[in-house]
């Protein structure tokens, strides 16, 4: 029988990431399958300890195993802040996403106004967590490293995109394609460490 995994999202596009990108034979499920699922605090101090705490959460209220993940900004001038704040760095409570995403660029853009350019280097972090209902299984991260930019440049993406500046590509990350994106990205990295180990862990139950 096909092993299920619950990935510990509501939104159906990481589901699909995932899918893809492991491109194994499992069945798939999203938090909006269980409705009554008690939401998982991510009050960690670490990107680590969240992505932990939201995979053991969720399989233990639904008994499957579950995948969780935790990403966000490291800024090294600002000694690795917003990190596990990345989300709401800004403090503003706006429901509407790309205001908050401006809001939280525009705070990071004001703190690093007087820092040159040499030290404005940045990663973009990502921790993923596979855990059963009694323990985790496996944990992988992944890194994109960049450089903060003075201003917003790009639309595509989310989040920090535009003005995170890949220098490699000297593109923010906002200029890239997903397909670019993913091929790179710290999530792309997390989730492709994930397979090997997943993969021989179904082998071996
Ligand atoms: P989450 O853990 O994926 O929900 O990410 C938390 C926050 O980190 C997001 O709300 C963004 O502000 C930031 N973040 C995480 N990944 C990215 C990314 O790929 N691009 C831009 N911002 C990101």
Redesign the pocket.
Known sequence: MKRKILVATTNPGKVAELRAMLDLDIEWAGLSDFPNIQEIDEDGKTFAENARKKALGYAKQTGLWTIA?????VVDALAGEPGVK??RFSGAKDKERTLL?HK?MAKVLKLLKAVPEEKRTAI?M?CLCLASPDKVLIETEGKLQGVIAEEETGTN?????PI?FVPGLNKT?AQLTSEEKNAI???GGAIRKLKPPLEQLLESI
């Open positions: 993940d935790d990403s966000g900004l990345s989300a995403d939280n973009f990502c993406g989310f989040g920090y995109d995170f990350v990205s710290h999530r």
